[in-house]
């Protein structure tokens, strides 16, 4: 997708905001909003937004086991394993 091609002036946004949040829904692509020509904001739907989100969280938890493998704070599976049993031992089987 190329952002040249979804972009709209404030006052385009302020005159069709309905159309323009209908569409955003409906296409699921950003849109860059300008002022005096020049880029000042990026609106998507909400679901695009949340899925961003997520991707972001799960690529920060990737970025930090990473970190954490170069510092050398990692243990064996069979260790990790052995520790969660452990923990479950005293607690009633489902």
């Known amino acids: ?32 909003i300008t002022q005096n020509g020049e880029a000042r904001a990026v609106i998507q739907d909400v679901a695009s937004y949340e899925a961003t989100q997520d991707t972001l969280a799960l690529l920060k938890l990737l970025a930090l086991g990473s970190a954490d493998i170069e510092a050398g704070r990692t243990r064996p599976l069979a260790d990790v394993v052995r520790s969660l049993r452990s923990r479950g031992a005293g607690r009633d089987a489902p």
Do not use: G
Not at 5 to 32: C, F, G, H, M, W
């Open 1 to 32: 997708m190329r952002y040249s091609t979804q972009v709209k002036s404030i006052s385009y946004l302020k005159a069709n905001a309905a159309e323009v949040l209908d569409r955003l829904k409906e296409d699921r692509e950003p849109l860059v």
